[in-house]
């Protein structure tokens, strides 16, 4: 298989055939081939420039209730026999052990064919790289116009992958998937203390080609960053204690990922996947039961979102990409979910939230696009109506139990309201809470003009650890009772 010329379909259609000759009541192959660039900038020298190129498949069969995966980076005619009879053995093994009822326990499998290709107008990996310099160079030097500023860096990275999904219930998606984005970093330093302000860090990736990242403004951006920075490090502490919080679309997007996303994917719910990244309090009596939040509270996993990183035309298990509904008006109503744990809970068919980090590894259930709809208003209007409160974005550090119930979160901007106007900046803020108690104190959300998508790179979870791009919608939200305390 080679990175810049495709994959070999024929000869993985042939894999297919030759399960099915060999005795497989179903099998369906991968085949991926993938591109990554990155350029870093850091105090005016040139950190990083790097390209990477991958291309493999793998092939995942059904013998009787067992299953059988194996992969590998070579794709020819001797390869595909050696791959072939590696996965219908592992899959007898399997099936020596199994129940036969567990034969029942994945949904149908995909009979949708089709292509899905990113909207793309400038193609990011035929932009020269000089081009791609300069433009790094200055948003760098750019931060360092604030003159505590003494460590600062820009980036960018882009991402073009090729996949090809096809089944032995007639399936065959070709999917050509073009990322692109990049961001800022300024480390200020005022005596023994230092402070970092990013852009990016979380967030700044779509789908879309160099585009994208001339969107970003990263030159204009990197001034804003750098001064805040300046100010911030040497500004006082934050005050503790409970108070009225607004938490920005970055900070919120984040919240999001960790207390919903992943407490929503149905395979750490059922325990097939509770190591790396633990497991989840949403078991599944509570749902249709359990009040996540408030009525302002509205979450959706939507493949769909023009433009989003966790946007695709299908799953790696070809089930085709789909909104579903997480949370409505507070109440938990649904599961991100793939073939196999949507049957074991008899949920009417997949959510389509079934991905593999790469060809060599077999799908598990991961977050797409999972957003908090927008509500009504500007950001404005919610400022104007917290008399005494704070306003908090862009996360600095998070941590959270194996259960995601309990967390903490801390934030690079922290700026006071007082009589619904911003003030001053404050350094050092963070909350704890418990994720219903949080999210049921929530008491508007923005609207639509507010609510922007974050692309999120790096979305660890498993073991071995896979690593997933996935998007974020969120508007500001205004949420009482949030305890705030002093960091540092």
Known sequence: ???????????????????????AVYAEVRGLVGLQSEVRIKNGLINKMQL?????????????????FASSAALNEQNVRAIVAQALQLAAASNKVQPPAQAEYYGPPSTVSGEYQSAVQVDPFRVPPQEQLEMLYSAEANLRQASRVKISESHLMAFRTRKFFANTAGAVQRQLITECGGGLSAIALEGAQSYQ?????????????????????????????????????????VPSGPTTVIIGSNLAALMVHETCGHPTELDRVLGSENAFAGGSFLRPEMRGQFYYGSSA???TADATIPGALGTFGWDDEGTPAQRVPL??????????????????????????????????RLPIVRMTNVSLEPGEGSLESLIADVDDGLYLETPSSWSLDDKRMNFHFSAEICREIKNGQLGKFYKGASFQGRTP????????????????????????????????????????????????????
């Open 1 to 23: 298989m080679d990175a810049e010329n495709g994959l070999n379909e024929a000869l993985l259609l042939s894999a297919l055939e030759m399960a099915q000759k060999s005795g």
């Open 52 to 68: 990477k190129e991958e291309a493999g498949w793998g092939i995942n069969v059904r013998v009787g209730a067992g299953w059988g």
């Open 197 to 237: 302000r990013t852009y990016g860090r979380f967030g700044n990736f779509g789908q879309g080609g160099y585009e994208f990242l001339l969107g970003l403004q990263l030159e204009d951006l990197a001034l804003q960053i750098g001064q805040e920075a300046h100010e911030l490090v040497a500004t006082e502490a």
């Open 297 to 299: 509270v509205n979450l």
């Open 327 to 360: 949370v409505e008006k507070g109440l938990f109503v649904n599961y991100l979910s793939s073939r196999d744990t949507a049957a074991a809970i008899g949920l009417p068919g997949s959510g389509g939230a079934a991905r593999a980090s790469n060809w060599s």
């Open 437 to 488: 108690i949080f999210w049921g104190n929530c008491l508007r959300v923005a609207g639509p003009e507010e609510w922007k998508v974050w692309g999120f790179l790096n979305c660890a979870k498993g073991e071995p650890l896979q690593s997933a791009h996935v998007a974020h919608g969120a508007s500001p939200a205004l949420l009482k009772d949030v305890t705030v305390q002093r960091e540092g």
